[in-house]
């Protein structure tokens, strides 16, 4: 499906370095697993099912665009939600509410950002609200662009708005989710470019990792979700200006830790407003300069390890996968293994119990490997294209 020269502006500025390889590849779709992981359902049994909410692009056909709810322990697809163009969603923490939202494509080839909020437990619709200026890439998308708060009373959406002067606007939107209301007033982030949306662990602090002007934004929110100040507070990253951010994550209730490609770090003490460590992450084997570098994925966290995504240059270039998995101790950031996957794949998740949820895009399959990589057992059938993975609390 092609789309009007008009919405090109949002790919060119959405991954502005990233983007300028794959384009140049000569496989233009690149695949990207999401899962949504949370206990919900109960069986006849009484035993408490996970659940995945996969999101499955169907190519970028909004005609097949869908998002599959897997049951893990029967790896089974208990239930399937119609999409549109450019799916990305976000679950309630307690798993009641789904938000599913995507483009509408009209006649005239312009698109127009739609939000539905599901009850999980019915499949049915709350309601649909108006989702304008959404973030996407124009291939398959590899993080979410969208975020809960921790206590899920907000839902934070990533905005670029184009000013049709040759300049674009980014900021955040923010969905009071006890109202299914947005609240009037955008977070503005000026030059951010592609943000990583992370929200804290224990308040309502939002920090966006700006790709584009390499720095990190935090927004502290009161009850009512108003922001307590009236800009953001700005962090600039000091680290290696021609090393892109690969990730960003919450390190510790209130400590972010921002990644960049080749294994530099910053950790940031959000209260304070301040760095407090910085540093590299010692990989063994190291990685090659120029040949491999810590892939933009999602990154899982679970019991104190962090779960790295790495990717060769030539594997991303061709095809968007990565080949290995660096599982990390989350205070020190300290390598403790190094998982080789045998398939390339294209992001993790892992469930409560410490089960690693490996995308195999190729054969649209889910592995399932144990938190040291031994592998036990597989998903499939998992829709056309899955895209976007982000584990639940």
């Known amino acids: ?29 690149r695949l990207a697993i999401g899962v949504m992981v949370l206990a919900t359902l109960a069986s006849s049994a009484g035993i408490r099912h996970e659940l ?63 939000m539905d909020v599901i009850d999980t437990a019915t499949g049915s619709k709350v309601t649909s609200v108006s ?10 998308d590899v993080v979410s662009h969208m975020a809960l708060s921790a206590d899920g009373g907000l839902l934070y959406i990533a905005r670029v708005q184009d000013l049709l002067n040759g300049e674009v606007a980014f900021g955040v939107a923010v969905f009071d989710t006890a109202t299914n ?48 100040t009236q800009l953001p507070g ?5 680290q290696h200006n021609e090393v892109s951010i690969a990730t960003a994550f919450m390190s510790g ?56 995504v790495l990717a060769t240059l030539d594997d991303y270039r061709s095809s968007g996968l990565a080949s290995a998995i660096a599982v990390l101790d989350l205070k020190t950031l300290q390598q403790e293994r190094i998982i080789e996957v045998e398939k390339p794949f294209s992001n993790v998740a892992i469930t409560s119990d410490g089960t690693l949820l490996i995308a195999d895009p190729e054969s649209s399959a889910m592995h399932m490997l144990t938190a040291s990589g031994t592998e036990t057992g597989k998903i499939i059938g998992v829709g056309v294209s899955p895209t976007i993975a982000v584990p639940s609390p």
């Not at 599959?68 to 923490?93: E, F, M, N, W």
């Open 253 to 308: 209730d209130e400590e972010l830790s921002v990644v960049l490609e080749d294994g530099n770090y910053s950790k940031i003490d959000l209260q304070a407003g301040k760095y407090s460590q910085e540093g590299i992450i010692a990989f063994s084997p190291p990685l090659k300069a120029g040949k491999e570098f810590i892939g933009p994925f999602q990154t899982a966290v679970w019991h104190g390890r962090v779960f790295l």
């Open 131 to 140: 989702d304008p200026d959404r973030v996407y890439d124009t291939m398959d």
């Open 52 to 114: 995945l909410y996969v999101v499955d692009t169907g190519h970028q056909d909004e005609n097949k665009a869908q998002v599959l709810v897997v049951d893990t322990q029967s790896k089974t697809i208990i239930k399937t939600y119609r999409a549109g163009y450019h799916p990305d969603l976000a679950v309630s923490p307690d798993g009641s509410r789904l938000y599913l939202s995507y483009d509408l494509v009209q006649p005239d080839a312009k698109t127009t950002g739609i």
């Open 181 to 228: 209301k947005f609240l009037p007033d955008m977070i503005s982030l000026p030059r951010c470019g592609e943000g990583l949306l992370v929200p804290s662990k224990t308040s309502r602090t939002l920090s966006v990792v700006c790709r584009g002007s390499r720095d990190v934004r935090i927004t502290q929110f009161d009850a009512k979700g108003i922001p307590l």
């Open 234 to 238: 700005h962090i600039p990253l000091r």
């Open 1 to 29: 499906m092609q789309l009007e020269r008009g919405n090109e502006w949002k790919t060119m500025i959405i991954k502005p370095m990233m983007s300028c390889v794959r384009r140049s590849a000569a496989i233009t779709l």
